[in-house]
């Protein structure tokens, strides 16, 4: 023993492993686990997370122990119990510790450490001269350096040599700013000291009766009472008032705290037992995982508010995950609503500054409920009561780029190693989450009817065959005649097709060549409102051209496949009173969604036409007919979660219907009537699909029958892509027979999608019942050596096949 010490460090670069680092002895009491820290990684300086400290000397020849450089916080940024869940992430997911940290963190504050020029005391002397005696062009550097330090990357070469001249003339300094941290944003808010005696001026007195019930904004405050700002100097000469910071909430542009709008409703028969044996639960030190199972508008998130008012009753905190935000800002609403602001919101629509500002509040414990999208997962909440994953069927729970993690399984396993509850929602349970409930491994708590008088809507199939869909609007005689009836009764209508854009493909009718991207092997798709063709995978952007390249026919290219843009379109002709509105990725974006929605809301909208952006937990009362124009594009996916997307899809959609004081309609138009999926959402029978898909994912020991670990291979060079993917296959016999593991390999094979941005696709499928004897392989996959442009991932519990 040396009496030294190490830093086992996740630096926020794509390498695996962890890194050791002697602490230094005048940095040994800052230096802990969670805290960031700045570290030499060979040539530059990055920043890092302490993942664990060590007593021993790190073994190993090539161990060249540096110091800590510095120590970015005063408080850990991760608690103890956040780094051990990003080292399980890593670890489950075959990622970088690193690359998990930085998903942890909020924006901002994984950058590495960048060097500035900054004013030396010397410089600060000549900037109060006005420059002294300097050339204009220095003086006008040296002014930009005092304003805010200057980064030195990507400054262009001249104003690079008057820096240097600034340097060597003792002006500027260069400095590794600690990092490019994103200040949060801060307000300041008044608070009464005390009761004051009755005081003299109106203005005055209307400033205490306004912080009567609890702090409030300066902002907010001179809005109640024009002049309180004044007012507030005063009582603060007085001793009446204080006044302090805090990080600027986005969810409370209200003042005074905790505010209900209304009182919540009384609970349905279900919804009581299932808050019931949730609060049991919460005593328990080992709960298991709840699947709330409820169809659409069954009142699942009133279940999710009382059960959390009952989390913070006990002095914990609680943590609401749900698929999109933009999406559903109604729900988000909800929890403010009930609880103003001890919820914090984090979603990537937001501002780094913004979500630093709730990160912070979280952090502090200033707000104890965070409700975000996939990445709040990691929402730096102490104590935690329960978790809600609402919607956790959902596919954008995934993570597909990068650290490639569920949100949804990270939850489970954050919740059990805090001894929280865990309550997965859904009207359409992913199947892994049926069979846990089935096995008994997971509680089923059920909410079979809607609380509000609102019956389910009627669900018609019609079969494309039978009824011809008129070739603009996409429309069957009978949808056409209801969708006449819906807008007659001044109600509103959905309708839901899987393709965006104006034609979907593009075809030469002389020699049946379609145009596809050059990138990608995709059809190209047709937009009319730039009048361009556009990949929806690269987005590379072509003219429509009048000759065909393959056959060299002029004037024979057509437009064939309709996409949301067009049937917008055609529905606004057929219908010309009708005001038609499209949601879909071409017209929003982030807040866009939310004006459109809110039209929707607003009853501005009587035709709302989309992709699955309108199947979400959206509830608009006067939507009374909701329409399928073709219940099939997701279903040709050579994919095995083809049948449950489309499923959930439907059912989603339908649930759209009805939600007002009438009742509601929905048809579903589809080339296979037949087809589980289509049937069963038309029965609303989760049951009946679950069976079904159960069995059919039986032979292929699909999960939930088993579990895959996809290994993908990408490369420019198609021939290079396919030698390296048989290479691993071959490893990944060969681990496999070396010790008698049960994994089936698949493979390897181009991927469906089999070109991407100019890049060749291949897959290798590993197939086990054994979670351990299926990490074995992958990591024996990992030994392999991969030289650039190639690359190997691996991606755990795969949500996609293509
Ligand atoms: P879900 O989350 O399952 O879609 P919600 O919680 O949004 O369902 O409930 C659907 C509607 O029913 C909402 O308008 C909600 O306010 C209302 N609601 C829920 N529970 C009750 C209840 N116990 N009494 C009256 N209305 C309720
Ligand atoms: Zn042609
Ligand atoms: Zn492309």
Redesign the pocket.
């Known amino acids: 023993m040396t009496g030294e010490r190490y830093a086992e460090v996740a630096v926020t670069l794509p390498v695996p492993g962890r890194y050791s680092y002697r602490i230094p002895a005048h940095l040994a009491t800052r230096v802990q686990p969670g805290a960031r820290v700045l570290v030499k990684f060979g040539p530059r300086k990055v920043t890092g997370v302490v993942m664990r400290l060590v007593d021993t000397r790190p073994e190993g020849v090539d161990v060249k122990l540096v110091d800590v450089g510095e120590v970015l916080d005063d408080v850990p940024a991760l608690s103890p119990e956040l780094v051990e869940l990003c080292t399980w992430v890593a670890d489950y997911y075959e990622a970088p510790p690193g690359e998990v940290v930085k998903a942890a963190l909020p924006a901002g504050s994984g950058t590495a450490a960048k060097q500035v020029l900054a004013l030396t005391d010397a410089g600060r002397v000549a900037v109060g001269e006005a420059g002294g005696a300097l050339p204009p062009k220095q003086r006008v550097v040296l002014a930009r350096i005092a304003s805010a330090p200057v980064p030195l990357a990507g400054l262009p070469a001249a104003t690079r040599a008057i820096a240097t001249a600034l340097e060597t003339a003792g002006l500027v300094v260069r400095v590794d700013q600690r990092q490019t941290r994103v200040q949060a944003k801060r307000e300041k808010l008044a608070e009464l000291v005390g009761t004051p005696p009755p005081l003299r001026g109106t203005k005055r007195a209307a400033t205490v009766a306004a912080l009567a019930a609890g702090p409030v904004t300066l902002a907010v405050l001179e809005e109640r009472v024009p002049g309180a700002r004044t007012a507030v100097r005063e009582l603060l000469k007085l001793g009446h008032v204080r006044v302090f910071e805090r990080e600027v909430s986005t969810v409370a542009a209200v003042g005074g705290v905790g505010i209900a709008s209304s009182g919540?409703?009384?609970?349905?028969g279900e919804?009581r037992v299932a808050v019931d044996a949730m609060v049991v639960a919460l005593a328990s030190p080992r709960p298991a995982p709840f699947l709330l199972h409820?169809?659409?508008?069954?009142?699942?998130?009133?279940?999710?508010?009382h059960v959390i008012a009952e989390v913070l009753g006990a002095g914990k905190t609680a943590l609401v995950l749900v698929p999109e935000i933009s999406l559903t800002p109604?729900?988000a609403a909800?929890f403010r609503d009930r609880f103003g602001d001890l919820v914090a919101i984090l979603h990537s629509g937001m501002s780094d500054q913004a979500r630093l500002g709730e990160w912070t509040r979280l952090h502090r414990g200033e707000a104890t409920i965070a409700v975000g999208a996939r990445s709040a997962v990691f929402a730096p909440l102490a104590n935690l009561g329960a978790i809600v994953v609402?919607e956790e069927h959902d596919g954008s729970f995934k993570q597909d780029e990068g650290v490639k993690y569920h949100a949804r399984d990270v939850a489970l396993v954050r919740a059990q190693r805090a001894g929280a509850i865990c309550i997965l929602?859904s009207?359409t349970p992913s199947l892994e989450t049926y069979a846990h409930t089935e096995a008994g491994t997971y509680r089923k708590l059920v909410?079979t009817v809607?609380?509000?008088a609102?019956p389910m809507p009627t669900v018609e199939i019609l079969d494309l065959k039978t009824y011809l869909p008129d070739g603009e609007a996409m429309l069957t005689a009978p949808l056409r005649q209801a969708l006449a009836e819906t807008l007659a009764a001044g109600d509103q209508a959905i309708l839901f097709l899987n393709r965006r854009g104006f034609a979907t493909f593009i075809l030469c009718t002389a020699c049946g060549t379609s145009l596809r991207c050059p990138h990608c092997s995709v059809s190209l798709t047709y937009h009319k409102h730039n009048d361009r063709l556009s990949c929806h995978y690269c987005g590379f952007t072509n003219r429509v051209p009048d000759t065909c390249a393959k056959c060299l026919s002029v004037g024979k290219i057509e437009r064939k496949g309709l996409g949301t843009e067009r049937v917008a379109d055609a529905i606004a002709v057929a219908f010309p009173n009708a005001r038609v509105g499209r949601l879909d990725r071409d017209v929003a974006s982030g807040s866009k969604v939310e004006t459109v929605l809110a039209r929707v809301g607003r009853r501005e909208v009587d035709v709302l036409v989309g992709t699955q952006m309108v199947t979400k937990?959206h509830?608009f009362p006067g939507v009374t007919l909701v329409g399928v124009l073709c219940a099939d594009t997701g279903l040709t996916l050579p994919d095995f979660r083809a049948s449950e997307r489309t499923f959930q899809l439907l059912a989603q959609v339908a649930?759209r219907a009805g939600?007002g004081d009438k009742p509601g309609r929905v048809v579903i138009q589809t080339y296979r009537p037949d087809e589980p999926a289509v049937v069963a959402a038309a029965a609303h029978d989760y049951e009946m699909f679950y069976k079904a898909e159960l069995a059919a994912r039986a032979d292929l020991h699909y999960p939930p029958h088993g579990r895959l670990i996809a290994v993908r291979i990408d490369g420019p060079d198609e021939h290079a892509v396919a030698e390296m993917s048989a290479r691993l296959a071959e490893l990944a016999q060969a681990a496999i027979e070396r010790a008698g593991l049960a994994v089936e390999v698949r493979g390897p094979v181009a991927a469906p999608l089999a070109r991407l941005r100019n890049r060749s696709r291949w897959q290798i499928w590993l197939k086990s019942a054994d979670r351990h004897a299926l990490r074995r392989v992958a990591r024996a996959l990992l030994a392999a050596e991969v030289v650039a442009p190639l690359r190997v991932g691996l991606d755990v519990d795969p949500m996609s096949a293509l």
Do not use: H
Request: proline residues 9%; charged residues 25%; without cysteine.
């Open positions: 919540p409703p009384v609970l349905t919804q409820g169809v659409t508008g069954s009142g699942k998130t009133e279940v999710y508010l109604q729900l909800r609402d929602g009207a909410l809607r609380p509000t609102r937990g509830d649930g939600r």
